[in-house]
Antibody, heavy 121, light 108 residues
Framework: QVQLVQSGAEVKKPGASVRISCKTS???????MHWVRQAPGEGLEWMGV????????VYSQKFQGRVTMTRDTATDTVYMELSSLRSGDTAVYFC???????????????WGQGTLVTVSS | SSELTQDPAVSVALGQRVRITCQGD??????ASWYQQKPGQAPILVLY???YRPSGIPDRFSGSTSGNTASLTITGAQAEDEADYYC???????????FGGGTKLTVL
């Protein structure tokens, strides 16, 4: 059973950075990995994706310049760092494994359990 | 605003059929996938490739696409199906992947 296990909750001050980890298992090292966030009471928001080797990333324009996704292939762990945090970044952050077929169908499965990041002074 | 549009809320009587829709131009080219999320939990995949169910998802969940609209249908809704449902697809827009705004399903 493939599992994605994320690091624990974080409390940060405005202007700080946060780094969240997502430990993968199974054959996840061959998959692209996405990050998605969900602010309190809001919907899902795609943040970006990293390829299996960790040398290619695609970021949402909303987070470009503030987000960095990396991957440690030795430990099958992906990381997402978000900088210049503000109160609006308070959210649960999820990692999710990508699967695609024929360049027309993509789906995210499984998902990590989520990491709550609270930004407060 | 999302490039995939969902109704914010839908209700269904216990045991009846309900359809949740997702509209977007990208759906003419790319598949939709669907996720169920219950309060305090991570989303789970319920449909992919338009009408494939992952292992463990009941067969009362089905999917289809017509033109620019993808649909998730629950035939014989159960109390445990009460949740938020999100569609997701690849898009040719500002960002390559987007989610719909989500539909809150209430089972009466």
């Amino acid at each position: 059973q493939v599992q994605l296990v994320q690091s624990g909750a974080e409390v940060k001050k405005p202007g700080a950075s946060v780094r969240i980890s997502c430990k993968t298992s199974g054959d996840s090292f061959t998959h692209w990995m996405h990050w998605v966030r969900q602010a309190p009471g809001e919907g899902l928001e795609w943040m970006g994706v990293i390829n299996p080797s960790g040398d290619t990333t695609v970021y949402s324009q909303k987070f470009q310049g503030r987000v960095t996704m990396t991957r440690d292939t030795a430990t099958d762990t992906v990381y997402m760092e978000l900088s210049s945090l503000r109160s609006g970044d308070t959210a649960v952050y999820f990692c999710a494994r990508d699967t695609s077929v024929a360049d027309t169908c993509w789906w995210f499965d499984p998902w990590g359990q989520g990491t709550l990041v609270t930004v407060s002074s | 605003s999302s490039e995939l549009t969902q109704d914010p809320a839908v209700s269904v009587a216990l045991g009846q059929r309900v359809r949740i829709t997702c509209q977007g131009d990208s759906l003419r080219k790319y598949c939709a996938s669907w996720y169920q999320q219950k309060p305090g939990q991570a989303p789970i995949l319920v449909l992919y490739g338009e009408n494939y169910r992952p292992s463990g998802i009941p067969d009362r969940f089905s999917g289809s696409t017509s033109g620019n609209t993808a649909s998730l249908t629950i035939t014989g809704a159960q109390a445990e199906d009460e949740a938020d449902y999100y569609c997701q697809s690849r898009v040719n827009g500002r960002d390559p992947w987007v989610f719909g705004g989500g539909t809150k399903l209430t089972v009466l």
